[in-house]
């Protein structure tokens, strides 16, 4: 947990990406180089909605009525 909130404060203009890396109990190993998610466009929870929507409709023809 301590990983996580450390990614998500890492804000690339005050704090470099934030790695860490972890090991599953099957021994795999996963790496991670984080950075705060308000870089993307997760900053805005209504934009990124509207994107997804819209992919959906382009891609699924149930969704032909909201083109």
């Known amino acids: 947990m301590y990983d996580i909130c450390y990614s998500t404060a890492a804000a690339p203009t005050y704090f470099p990406p934030y790695y860490f890396a972890t090991n599953t109990s099957n021994g795999d190993k ?28 382009q891609e699924d023809p149930a969704f032909a009525s909201i083109r």
């Open 30 to 57: 996963y790496e991670f180089n984080l950075v705060d998610g308000a870089v993307a466009t997760v900053a805005d929870p209504a934009l990124l909605s509207v994107s997804v929507a819209t992919r959906l409709a």
